[in-house]
């Protein structure tokens, strides 16, 4: 019997919940070819921030390419869309973990490139000064904090930013500076907290900012890129000899066959449904967000502020209930309201690939963080909420690169993937893209991508089996329950 984190994620449910920033749908929400082509070059399985980068990338870098986007539901409806618009890179918080887990070096070139993502990410918007893409999107730099619930999670952070500032290259240390809870009080208005982080950050409208920067690339590349949604892929298989002048590759979606010499796979939490060996390793966690109105009567906490409450993993004997590390908030800069997202639940609930429901304790839960750890006189009014499916990997980090045939169990070659990004999507995501799309277009990607981030054997085999990274938030007794019932 499979372990949770081993289950067939499936595909994604057609009846999810609707995010705040899903609406008004795009105009291209639903876009489809007239004609369903049974050929192309490179199909691209998902339609996120991932496969929008792969996109972007192979068609800037080959002026021949054809490409075929399949999207289970509409555009850039997955976690793309269901997240806090939190443009933030992982690395900071996390840095003594990547260095015990990975050690010095991958940890710099890691953190280097969460960074130089953001940059990226500013930078493909720019390339558009015709559109109004920044705008309509609302991309924005913010000052990010990182506010600490308990001492024990500011001392990690304390021991974290000390391992930051030793290792990390000169141009970014002291990226974040530590204030006491008095200054987080009088200087950021936040209650209830021993410490907090300040530093760079940035926020935005991330449905706008995709599915515009989609738009675009259609606009630019009509002739060579195809999208077509509400296409879910039921499999993958080698293309019998007499279809191979099709492409190596049969992509089996509800519309029909699609010949391809290359498939990528930027499907994330739902990957191991069509790749089976990666069960275990990639797994679906599902996470809520809120849109919440503190009412005009009450400070603006700072559209011109991102933040993240963070606090030790907590679990509740009685209920099993295994409170979240961490909360997430953006202020709307129009509406004012809150972007809040975190996960209070039972790991059953966390790994979850249904997005049509939403986890009950944790919509509780993110109903009490604003009045506790601001000023609010007024109670919070939930304008919306919303789930959505994330992909989290054994190891924690994410896993980009080509897949073997111990992955594929298919002749090697033109299988790729870009997944798991373990709710750091804006971290990560653009590079992993533009990576994939150079290796594809076989460009050496060694310098500027840091080699833990690939796929390889030894890693398939070794971290992604026996990675304990999440074990504080959905394990180890998501992992270990049922296997005690063998
Ligand atoms: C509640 C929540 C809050 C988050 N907050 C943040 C945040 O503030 N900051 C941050 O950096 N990250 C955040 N994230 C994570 C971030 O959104 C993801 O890491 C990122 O969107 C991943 O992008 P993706 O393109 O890889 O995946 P997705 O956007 O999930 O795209 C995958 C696509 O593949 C499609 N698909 C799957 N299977 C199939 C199939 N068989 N056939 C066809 N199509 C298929 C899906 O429908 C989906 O559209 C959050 C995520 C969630 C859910």
Redesign the pocket.
């Known amino acids: 019997m499979p372990t949770p984190l081993e289950r067939d994620p499936g ?2 449910v057609p009846d999810p919940t609707v995010p705040f920033w899903q609406l008004p749908p795009h105009s291209l929400a639903s876009v489809s070819s007239k004609k369903f082509q049974s050929s192309t070059d490179v199909v691209i ?8 980068s792969v996109a972007k990338g192979l068609l800037d870098g080959d002026s021949k390419i054809r490409i075929t986007v ?4 509409g555009l ?13 890179s992982p690395s900071v918080g996390d840095f003594a973990e990547l260095v015990e887990c990975f050690g010095v070096k991958a940890a710099v070139d890691i953190a280097e490139f969460t960074l130089n993502n953001i940059e990226m990410t500013f930078d493909a918007v720019g390339e558009f000064p015709e559109s109004s893409l920044a705008k309509y999107s609302k991309i924005r730099p913010t000052t990010k904090v990182l506010a600490y619930a308990d001492q024990e999670a500011f001392n990690n952070a304390q021991k974290s930013l000390q391992l930051w500032n030793k290792h990390m290259p000169s141009k970014r240390k002291d990226h974040f500076k530590l204030v006491s809870s008095e200054e987080a009080k009088t200087e950021l208005g936040l209650h209830n907290v021993v410490g907090a982080g300040i530093g760079p950050g940035a926020a935005v409208w ?1 449905y706008r900012l995709w599915c515009g920067l989609w738009s675009l690339l259609l606009d630019r590349y009509h002739d060579r890129l195809a999208i077509e949604t509400f ?4 499999a993958v298989a080698d293309a019998p000899a007499t279809e191979e002048r099709l492409g190596r590759y049969v992509v089996k ?1 509800s519309r029909g066959e699609v010949g391809a010499s290359h498939v990528v796979y ?6 191991s ?2 790749l089976p060996t990666l069960r275990g390793k990639l797994f679906p966690f ?4 809120s849109a919440q109105d503190l009412g005009l009567s009450v400070p603006n906490h700072g559209a011109d502020r991102s933040w993240s409450l963070l606090s030790t993993p907590h679990v509740d004997e009685k209920s099993g209930v295994r409170s979240a590390s961490l909360y ?1 908030l ?1 202020q709307d800069p129009d509406t004012g309201y809150m972007m809040l ?1 975190g996960e209070y639940e039972k790991p059953e609930d966390l790994v979850c690939s249904d ?1 049509s429901k939403v986890n009950s304790r944790s919509a509780e839960e993110i109903s009490k963080v604003l009045p506790r750890h601001f000023e609010t006189p007024d109670p919070p009014q939930m304008k919306s909420l ?6 989290f990997s054994r190891d924690g980090i994410p896993m980009i690169g080509r897949l073997s045939a111990e992955v594929t169990g298919r002749r090697e070659g033109g299988e790729w993937i ?2 798991g ?9 653009y590079s992993c893209g533009l990576a994939i799309a150079q290796m594809l277009l076989g460009k050496d990607v060694s310098g500027w991508v840091p080699s833990a981030l690939t796929i390889t054997k030894e890693r398939f085999q070794g971290s992604l089996s026996t990675g304990k990274f999440w074990d504080g938030l959905v394990g180890p007794s998501v992992d270990a329950e049922p296997r005690s019932k063998l």
């Open positions: 595909l994604p399985i998902g339609s996120g921030m991932t496969g929008c399949l999207e289970a539901r850039a409806s997955g976690a793309t869309s269901r997240n806090g618009g939190h443009i933030v991330p296409t879910p892929v039921h979606t930027c499907t994330n939490g739902f990957t449904h069509l599902r996470g809520t967000m997430y953006t997202g997005d919303w789930s959505g499916i994330m992909g870009a997944a990004f373990n709710g750091y999507g804006t971290g990560y995501c």
